[in-house]
Each structure stands twice: as C-alpha cells, then as structure tokens.
C-alpha cells in the first residue's frame, strides 16, 4: 500500500449526497479478476455521454481543463455507499485520486479506503460548503493540502488561508502513514488468537462441527 | 457484559479477542461467504502473497453474480463480457484453496445470502462476513453479519480475523401489525424515506418489537437486508422458535447433543431489557401503504397513493437531489405514480427473491396476464427456491401470465453488462436499489414488493397490489 503522509492537489468539487459505488465504478466496468486498468471506468456513467464508448461529457467536472488533474475530491453526505466493491476504491487510486473529503462515508468504503492508501476526510457540511465555495468560484481551482501527521487540511484561497482539522483512528493513521499491511499486523497477535480459538471451540463446538 | 447490554454488544463481546489502544477490536470470524466476483479476487490476491486459507472449512463460495439467468445455462456461461474468467478462476481458487465451493451445476446454488440460510451456515451468534453489502440480511438469524471488501476478505481469509471499530447501537422498534398488501420490503423502504439513507451511519441496527416477531424469517431477511440502505454497520433480530425451526435440519446447521447445547445458547441470545441504545426510532406500520421509490437513492420513496414531492417543499438540502433524481427519473413533481405506464419488471435478487416473495407474486398473477408491454422476468434466488415453486405450482403460475422463468443469481439486480432491460426502460423491481443505471445504462428502477411488481406487471402500469384482486395475507 502507498503511504499517505503529506499531500497537495487539485481539489475536485463533486458535490452531491449518497454518491454511491455503482456511480463510482458500473459494475459493468469491471472487466477483470484483478485490481488494476480501473480508472478507465471511474465515474463512467457521469465522465463519459454514452454508456459503451469514451466520449468525454464536458459538464462533468473531472473534465472540466481546471480540474482534470484533481487528485482530491470534495463530496457531500454518504460517499461510497452502496455495493461493497472495492474496485471503486482502486478506480480511484488508479485515476491518481489521493484524498476524499465528505461529510460522511459508507462504511465499507470508507474501511477499503484506507485499506488502499486512499485518505477518507470527514468534515462537517459547513465546512464542506466553505471549500467548495471556494473551489467553484476560484477561476484557478485552489490546492489543498494535506498533512496526515497533523490531520490538518489547509487551503489557499484568494483572500485568505483556510486550516481545518480532521480527526482519524490512531490505528488507521498509522496504517495510512506507514503503509502497513493490515495481515502482517495481525498475524504479529498469532499465538493470542489461537488461544481465543481454543477457548472459542470448547465453548461453542457446534460451530466447529465441520471439522470433527 | 453489564446487565443492560444489547444483543449486538453481546455477540461482539463473544467474538472480541483484543481491543487496542486507539478502539479498534479484533473480532473472530467463524465463517467467510465468497462469490465469484470479489471472492476469485481475494483468494487470488492472497496466493500471490504466499499466504493461505486459515480455516477453509468455514468458507463457503458461490456462484451467483456473474453467471448468466438464462434457462439451461451452462457452466461457465456469463452475460457479462469476460464474466467466464471469473467463473473459472474462481472454481480453480476454490479447488487449491480447499474452500467448499457450491458451483453453478450444485443443486444448493443460489445467492449467496438466500443459500447461507438455506444451508444452515448462518446460525444465531455466529459471527460471519461477506465481500457482499447484503451480507446484513444474514443478521435476520440473530448473527453478527456484516459486508465487507476484498482487501478486509484477505484478512479474514488469512487470519480467521478482522479489525473493526465498535458501532454504536440504533432500536428500530416496529409497531403495529402487518396489514394484507404490505410486507417487510414496504416496511423498510417507508423506514429509510423517513430517516434517509444516510441515517444509520456506524450504527448497528437491531429491529424489535410486535411486527417484527410476526414476520416469517423471509420477511426478516428482507428487513435486515436493506439495512446497508440506509448506511447500517449491520442489522440484526433477536432470535426465536420461528428461526431454530427454520434452521433445523438443515446441511451444516448442528445436530444431536450438538443441538441442545446450541439451543440453550441461541435462547439466551437477546438485548437485555434495561439495555441503552444510542439512537431509538419507532415506526407506527398499521397505517402504512405499499410503498415505491421514485427517484435514484432508496430514501426518494412513499407510499403508492401518494403523489411526488413538490421541489419546494422538500427541505434545501434534498431539493437539488430530488431535482436531479426526478429528471434522471422522467417524473414531474405533483404528479401521481400510480397509473404511470411501466416497461419492466423483476422479481427476484437477495431482497425479494425467496419462496414466500414468489407466492406473493404468483397470488396476484394467478389467472392473470402481463400487459403486454410489459417484459416480465422472475429469477428464484436459489435452486432450493426454484425447485419449491416449481413443486408448488408457483412456477406455473408465472410462465403462465407471461414472465420469464430464470436460473438463480444476481445479475437483473445490478447489470453486468449482460441481462437488462431497455435503455430508459420503467421497471418495477423487487430489488434494493434504484441507484442510476443499477439496471443497466438509462434504466429507471422503482423498487417495491413483488406483490407490487406482479400488480403493475398485470396493468401495465404502477398499481397497487391492494386494488389487483386481492392480496395474499401476510
């Protein structure tokens, strides 16, 4: 996984509720047992004007010339809800997509996410709102910044610097940070888990039934 | 545990191995579901790391998203382009693996939360998971189910473990009774337009009260399976005798000795009285009518009698939503849905598609024809279903009024880029979401109950079942 520590993007205003998987990757987009030539089918049903071909839909803002090299999106309520593929995620991470800022996420996504290096941000709607003012206004979209040391996100705007502070689990943070392998991790815990086992099967042995 | 714990707190409790400084908990997984389109890709990515299945006898593969409908389909067919691969790969990642895999030939195929029941791999206080959203609908056995993604079914694959944040607990308490036309699909999608889809976010949702123990275990797997609909951890329903009779018997649900230690844990399985939670919702469902979606997030719904919301009048935050929703839609707002002309519908999907869905549908249909307009398709959620309907004369039932008959799976549920309907099609649907091409490209998806698919099939336009010459009671 690529470690997230600092980041300075493009941010992208996408800014409706319940975005949900489907819209982020169709289904139909994912065409191999692998996690990789997914960016292709990002957004595909709003980034493209027919289904099967890859005409570009010039009211999409990803295609917008000021945002087409966004590497943050700002959303609002339920981002990533819906189905649980986690090729939304790698079509994300694929397209170059580092960072996303909503008010809120599904949580599947919002797990696979970090799992894939990609910075899930919860802000407030207000907070939201004054980010994405900003961004739709500024002929020249501001940057915004990141530092997952700090979890502050800073913005640049026209007429003055916006901070705001962002809050994540230390054990995602550190995830996030180090690039760690959520496997690797547990399995430092092997000899505990066994023993919860143990204890486990002779408490509940029907559950092992299939093994005896 | 305190004595006022709530059921979820209670199985959480019996599967946390450690908790860690910053509050995430390591939960044992007793058993891992995959399907052949997220499942081939977790076991592939673990081989490549050189890492192993812990415990392949509690995982359970399926065929189920990708494989064609089509009646007499073979083994490897697909209806999405390249869908063979997936097929193949993962009957070969099964095979290495030492996973039981129920394959499409299996006479105990079937979706994946329809076959888990039906097989007897859910049973109450299990904890379970499943690269699947839906995986929810498994909480209807009292278990702890819950959907996850690829990367998190590596983990749990290698590890028998996975690493999660304690949700908060949500009471949805069901008062009132279940009236003849409205079921547990009515129920949910009236529970999520009132609170919206965002609204059990890191909530896991237990649903209790009179109408909930009223319902079959059908009914309370749709419940639960909607529950991802509107942004639940899980769902879950304190078990009962109806859910030890449904279990028992079946392939890897316990027996013997066995059993009776089983069933003096599984009684025990329930929220404490005094028990807190942290979010109560109370939905009154005597005077509720069938319900339908009318624009592309599960929450645009309302009863079938009701006309569309005037954009003014929806609070700011929903207008621009509802704006696009109703363009996406082609509906004005003021306008009536009932009476709205349809070119689709579907009955079938982890949803709607068990036994009793069909016997609902097929009471309506009985002596009856689909408009002709209308494409009419039934896919059973199982061949276990399949083989019931069949039996019971259900299946004649619908070839007879005109539907289409198919093998199980998911595909009319989310488009593959195989079985759809017409691009711009009306379909009413008995699946769980309405999300903008769901179906397919430009196909307008109106969920509701099978009773109101098979009503609106008959008339060729959104009607109600209450009105279509009687309603099966529930």
Redesign the interface.
Same mark, same amino acid.
């Given at each position: 996984m690529k470690p997230f520590t600092t980041h300075r993007g493009i941010a992208a205003p996408l800014l409706r509720d319940n975005i949900d998987t489907d819209q982020i990757i169709p289904s139909r987009e994912m065409k191999t047992v692998g996690k990789t030539g997914l960016s292709e089918g990002l957004f595909a049903g709003w980034r493209y004007l027919t289904p099967n071909a890859r005409d570009l839909n010039p009211d999409f803002i990803l295609n917008k010339p000021a945002f087409q090299n966004a590497t943050i999106l700002v959303a609002c309520a339920n981002f990533g809800c819906g189905s649980s593929r986690e090729h939304a995620v790698w079509a994300l991470a694929e397209y170059g997509i580092r960072a996303v800022i909503a008010e809120s996420f599904g949580s599947i996504f919002r797990a696979n996410a970090i799992r894939n290096g990609v910075l899930p941000v919860s802000l407030p709607r207000a907070s939201i709102a004054r980010l994405a003012t900003d961004l739709q206004d500024s002929a020249q979209p501001p940057q915004i910044e990141i530092d997952l040391n700090k979890c502050v996100l800073l913005m640049n705007s026209e007429s003055e610097a916006v901070i705001m502070s962002f809050q994540l689990a230390d054990a995602e943070r550190e995830m996030l940070l180090n690039g760690f392998d959520p496997v690797d991790l547990t399995q430092t815990h092997s000899a505990k888990i066994e023993d919860f086992i143990r204890d486990h099967r002779i408490k509940r042995p029907w559950i092992y039934k299939d093994e005896i | 545990m305190t004595p006022s714990s709530t059921l979820f707190d209670k199985l959480w409790q019996e599967h946390c191995?450690?908790s860690?400084?910053?509050?995430?908990d390591?939960l044992?997984i007793?058993r891992i579901l995959l399907h052949e389109?997220?499942g081939?890709?977790a076991l592939?990515?673990l081989r490549e %790391?050189g890492?192993e299945v812990k415990?392949p006898?509690?995982v359970f593969c399926t065929m189920d998203h990708i494989v064609s409908n089509r009646p007499g389909r073979t083994r490897n067919e697909a209806r999405?382009?390249?869908g063979d691969?997936?097929i193949s790969?993962t009957r070969e990642s099964a095979a290495r693996s030492g996973v039981t895999l129920i394959d499409i030939d299996d006479a105990r195929q079937g979706i994946v939360h329809v076959m888990a029941p039906e097989l007897g791999i859910v049973?109450p206080?299990?904890s379970i998971v499943c690269?699947?959203?839906h995986t929810c609908s498994l909480g209807a056995f009292g278990a702890l189910a819950w959907?996850?993604?690829?990367?998190?079914a590596?983990?749990a694959l290698?590890?028998?473990?996975l %690493?999660q %944040?304690k949700?908060a607990n949500m009471r949805v308490t069901l008062k009132g009774g279940l009236h003849p036309g409205v079921y547990a699909k009515d129920i949910v999608l009236a529970l999520i337009a009132q609170i919206g889809?965002?609204a059990a976010?890191?909530h896991a949702v237990e649903f209790t009260g009179g109408g909930v123990r009223q319902m079959s275990m059908e009914g309370r797997m749709t419940l639960c399976n909607m529950a991802?609909?509107f942004?639940a951890?899980t769902a879950l329903i304190a078990p009962d005798e109806k859910t030890f009779e449904y279990l028992a018997g079946r392939e890897?649900a316990?027996t013997g000795a066995?059993?009776d230690?089983?069933l003096s844990?599984w009684r025990d399985l329930a929220s404490d009285e005094e028990a807190v939670f942290d979010k109560n919702i109370t939905l009154d469902t005597d005077a509720l009518a069938p319900q339908i979606s009318w624009g592309v997030?599960p929450?645009q719904s309302g009863g079938i009698d009701q006309t569309l919301p005037f954009i003014a009048d929806l609070p700011a935050?929903k207008r %621009?939503?509802a704006e696009?929703a109703l363009a996406y839609m082609e509906l004005q707002p003021g306008q009536r849905l009932l009476g709205e002309a349809v070119d689709g519908a579907f009955i079938g999907s982890c949803t709607n598609g068990r036994i009793e869905d069909l016997r609902a549908a097929a009471y309506i249909l009985k002596g009856n024809q689909v408009s002709p307009d209308v494409k009419a398709i039934c896919v059973p959620g199982s061949q276990a279903v399949k083989r019931q309907a069949e039996a019971e004369g259900v299946a004649e039932i619908f070839k007879q009024a005109g539907f289409e008959w198919g093998e199980p799976g998911c595909g009319y549920c989310?488009?593959?880029?195989g079985d759809t309907f017409a691009?711009g099609a009306r379909v009413v649907s008995s699946t769980n979401?309405n999300?903008?091409?769901?179906q397919g490209?430009?196909v307008r998806t109106h969920l509701c109950s099978p009773a109101t698919v098979a009503a609106s099939a008959i008339e060729g336009v959104i009607a109600d079942p209450r009105e279509a010459g009687g309603v099966r009671p529930v």
């Open positions: - | 191995i450690q860690d400084a910053s509050g995430e390591l044992l007793d389109r997220t081939a890709v592939e990515a %790391k890492r415990t006898a509690h999405t382009p390249g691969v997936f790969s049973q206080g299990v690269p699947d959203s959907g996850i993604g690829s990367s998190a590596e983990h290698a590890t028998q473990t %690493k %944040k949700p889809a965002g976010a890191n991802v609909e942004a951890f890897f316990p066995q059993l230690d089983a844990w997030s929450e935050e %621009k939503a696009n989310f488009y593959a880029g691009p979401r999300f903008e091409g769901r490209p430009g």
